[in-house]
């Protein structure tokens, strides 16, 4: 086994992921060692990897690949969401292409199909996620309509039911017309949208003449006003006290109430009533006593039968029957208009709330659902974040949480869809007859007075008649509902397994601040109300991955990076170091794809680092095992006991950073020890020991390359797992033919603090400087790479003495020849001076440059960036060009002419010290 010359990652990738999951490298391991245990965030199974995907389960696994490392026995359970309606939506789709509809195949069949296609296509996603190179214990793979999560969400919904928190009643709730279902509060996204403002004339009953006007932005809801309402405070109308309303259109004599939930600011401060089809209303009509009318149906058409049933008659019931609500809209304010009750329209921006599966705008509905009483099992989770027991980062994700949790309402969990986990409960067609209704094409209706048989298993006949007609509740069970069993029914709850014994509560749970409502604070609820604990000890909340803008990536925008594409292209290593080094706590991701080919380049390094250790180990190619044996010897040279320190720290630095969940901090401390540490000087610095420049042993300098480099290895491992591992292999047993023990099953570098030594950094970084401080000066002075350059150091006795002993990494790192040590006070002229410390820096300009040629070289170049600069600076002194170009573009120009601004001061210098000489 040998590193070949370029790293291909395309092939790596596929070998190495198929090893470790053949040689069982993500399975927990046997023993009493620790555990760490994470379920991962189950995607839906009609997705594909996008980047909200990439970044959390990146994160996870560098979790878990630590862990496993550091000798806890890690357990990840993968898995997906049966997601109810968009996998239903999804096979929809595909019958609407045969030219079929869910309605003509039937319940069955249909669920059928959604199970072949959920065979066939169901698991692209986690196929993509093993690209990405997830540890997942793939034999625990689950699903939430498995069989094993199927008894728990009927065990869950029994308890719930035997505990009096569950019940079915007919209550308000926000339904689709498109999908047909009902939708959770947090299910609904409000989207700030442009309307109107209608202001309709409602006489008073008692003398038409005199009226009330009445603002709404739904004047088609107004065929099931019940009331109207006004502050009781409100002087306008304290005169209409304990008169009626007769409505327009519908002529139906509605009471006026005072209520102080008016808002006496909004519209004219009178609030047409109609709890039917709005939540506030609804509360007040719950007050008042006030009939509901239910003025749609399923479709959000016009239903007349809501009127007729109500003994109403009159031509507007058929003028508006069976029209959708938008266009009901149109034909009612037409009419007001012409019969004089319009009196004007305003312009209007509210929120309008929409499906969040297919952006439908959502109607308040009011159908018989099935509701859990929520506050019982929000406040033991409440007080379970307050007392500690489970900790939510960043910890201003936890006030959110509080806020929401507070002012929580009861969770409506049926949804009128066929994909599901159908609800656990029966009815008797003979002793409940009257609830159980027949519809025209043999289905059954039940009304909101149905008496359900909540049951375990099929009951074989009622409990209370004996009657064996029984029909199962047509409902399924809200996708969350199942999602909130997750952390413990994926480990075999109900039943007292060995998994759910080592492994619950579970550690930590990486996801996305959208979904804390949605899935984060039920599974809290869950955990505690069926485990008497957390379900997780951490939440770690990220951020979301925008464009190199800040825009919400999306296909409409065409800004969207595709993460296989960028995997494909960059390999997955560099694409995760990106998304780590990127991820700083509570700050959205600005991702471009120029900043994953920079990582490219990183990854590069360190397999080219890899190759010089390989390439320069003579003898010492045939070793076993790791060890830090000549680490820990007390015979190091100088920049051998700074790489030790060195390391030494950013070990402590990366536990501590990973331990804290700063991700972007663990990689971008690891970043800076392999590259700008141990690749920029000391391999520069060992090649001095390996020549025999300096120390006696070459073999103890090839010994410690190889240590320093495993334990880069070992420290980079949890976030670029191909390359590290196929480095180790070559590295470990470059004899061997075949792979030995991987990688993630070594132990994470351990910390050693009596190998930190701050006097010595602090000497490395003085040399360092001095250095640096060199090269810069031979840069600005345009002296030739290759050149020897004489050297004039003045300063205290010992800096100076410092120096002397430096003099073969001076001599290699900074290409110097000769070299004085100035302690008197004169100063030597013409020359390039630079200030490191107490130290400083001459460097005769004589004796590196033609004088006249250099000179000539920065007049021109001088002339040159004052051309630019003058050109930059007008465009941005143009109102105009100020006015029209995006801000983006203006502080491009700003940054050239900052940039052309120092160039030229540098130029200026330069000319000044070519004078001096002269």
Not at 598 to 619: D, P, S
Request: glycine fraction near 6%; proline fraction near 5%; hydrophobic fraction near 40%.
């Amino acid at each position: 086994m040998q590193l070949a010359k370029a790293y291909d990652h395309k092939n790596v990738e596929s070998k190495w992921y198929a090893h470790w999951v053949q040689s069982g490298a993500f399975k927990p391991a046997e023993g009493d060692a620790p555990y760490f245990s994470m379920v991962i965030p189950p995607p839906n199974v009609t997705g594909s990897l996008h980047m909200g995907h990439a970044l959390n389960n990146t994160l996870q696994d560098i979790l878990c690949r630590y862990k496993r490392m550091d000798g806890y026995r890690v357990l990840w359970v993968p898995g997906t969401d049966h997601a109810g309606i968009a996998t239903q939506n999804v096979v929809e789709r595909r019958l609407a292409a045969q030219g079929l509809s869910r309605a003509q195949v039937g319940r069955d069949e249909f669920i059928a199909r959604v199970w072949e296609w959920k065979k066939e296509a169901g698991s692209t996603i986690l196929h993509q996620l093993k690209a990405l190179g997830v540890s997942c214990d793939w034999e625990h793979e689950r699903f939430t309509m498995d069989e094993g999560l199927s008894l728990a969400v009927h065990e869950a919904f029994v308890r719930l039911w035997e505990d009096g928190l569950l019940y079915r009643a007919q209550r308000l709730i926000n339904w689709c017309p498109r999908c047909k279902t009902a939708l959770a509060d947090i299910e609904v996204i409000h989207e700030e949208s442009d309307a109107s403002l209608w202001y309709i004339r409602y006489p008073l009953a008692d003398d038409p003449s005199e009226a009330l006007i009445v603002a709404t932005t739904r004047p088609e809801t107004m065929l099931g006003d019940t009331a109207v309402a006004v502050h009781p405070e409100d002087k306008r109308y304290q005169v209409f006290a304990g008169r009626k309303i007769r409505l327009p259109i519908t002529d139906r004599v509605v009471p006026l109430l005072l209520d102080p939930y008016v808002d006496q600011t909004f519209g004219t401060g009178a609030l047409k009533i109609t709890p039917g089809h709005d939540f506030n209303d609804f509360e007040i009509g719950e007050r008042f006593g006030l009939d509901r009318i239910s003025i749609f149906d399923a479709d959000a058409r016009v239903d007349g039968s809501a009127f007729t049933s109500r003994g109403e008659k009159g031509d507007w019931i058929n003028r508006y029957n069976s029209k959708d609500r938008f266009e009901a809209r149109k034909l009612i304010v037409a009419d007001l208009k012409e019969r004089g009750f319009l009196e004007k329209v305003e312009p209007y921006r509210h929120a309008v709330g929409r499906c969040y599966r297919c952006q439908t705008v959502v109607e308040p509905y009011l159908t018989p659902q099935w509701f859990v009483k929520i506050k019982p099992l929000a406040e033991p989770a409440i007080r379970g974040v307050r007392e500690g027991k489970l900790r939510i980062i960043p910890e201003g994700w936890s006030n959110s949480y509080f806020a929401w949790m507070e002012n929580i309402k009861d969770w409506c969990i049926s949804r009128q869809i066929w994909w599901g986990h159908q609800i656990p409960a029966w009815y008797c067609v003979a002793c409940d007859s009257g609830n159980v209704i027949r519809g025209n094409q043999g289905e059954y209706i039940l009304t909101k007075d149905a008496q359900p048989i909540v049951a375990r298993q099929a009951p074989s006949s009622c409990p209370r008649c004996g009657g064996k007609e029984l029909l199962q509740d047509p409902d399924v069970l809200d996708t969350w509902f199942s999602s909130g069993l997750w952390p413990f029914s994926t480990l075999g709850w109900p039943n007292e397994t060995n998994d759910l014994k080592s492994f619950y509560p579970t550690s930590s749970l990486v996801t996305g601040f959208d979904i804390l409502f949605f899935w984060v604070a039920r599974m809290i609820m869950m955990g505690l109300k069926f485990m008497d604990d957390v379900p997780f000890r951490d939440v770690y909340i990220h951020a979301l991955v925008r464009d190199e803008e800040g825009q919400k990536m999306s296909k409409s925008k065409g800004n969207v990076i595709d993460p296989l594409e960028v995997m494909q292209q960059y390999g997955t290593d560099a694409f995760r170091f990106t998304l780590t080094a990127m991820a700083a706590m509570g700050r959205d991701i600005k991702l471009a794809e120029d900043r994953i080919a920079g990582y490219q380049n990183f990854v590069n390094k360190l397999w080219n680092a890899a190759r010089f250790v390989l390439m320069n180990l003579g003898e010492y190619s045939d070793r076993q095992g790791v060890h830090r044996r000549f680490l820990a010897s007390g015979d190091l040279q100088f920049a051998d006991l700074w790489i030790r320190s060195r390391l030494t720290a950013t070990i402590a630095e990366a536990r501590k950073a990973i331990a804290a969940y700063r991700f972007n901090d663990y990689a971008n401390i690891l970043y800076q020890f392999t590259w700008h540490e141990f690749c920029d000087w000391y391999i520069e610095m060992s090649k001095l020991s390996l020549n025999g420049t300096i120390g006696s042993d070459p073999k103890q300098s090839q010994r410690l390359l190889v240590e320093i480099l495993e334990q880069i290895l070992l420290l980079l491992h949890p976030i670029m797992p191909f390359v590290t591992e196929e480095i180790w292999q070559v590295l470990e047993g470059p004899q061997r033919t075949g792979p030995g023990k991987s990688v993630m099953l070594e132990s994470y570098p351990r910390l050693e603090t009596g190998w930190i030594d701050e006097e010595i950094e602090k000497k490395m970084e003085f040399l360092m400087n001095i250095i640096r401080a060199i090269r810069n000066l031979r840069t600005e002075v345009n002296c030739p790479p290759g050149k020897e350059v004489k050297v004039i150091f003045h300063g205290p006795d010992h800096d100076l003495s410092f120096l002397r002993g430096q003099a073969p990494y001076l001599r290699t790192l900074a290409r110097v020849g000769s070299v004085e040590y100035l302690t008197s006070r004169e100063r030597p002229k013409g020359a390039a001076t630079a200030v490191v410390g107490s130290v400083e820096i001459y460097l005769p300009l004589g004796d590196m440059i033609n004088l006249h040629e250099e000179r000539t070289r920065l007049t021109k170049e001088t002339s040159k960036v004052e051309e630019e600069l003058s050109r930059i600076q007008k465009k941005l002194s143009n109102p105009e060009f100020l006015s029209k170009a995006k801000e983006e573009v203006i502080q491009k120009e700003r940054e050239k002419s900052t940039q052309h601004e120092e160039k030229l001061r540098a130029l200026n210098l330069s000319l000044e010290r070519l004078r001096e000489i002269e």
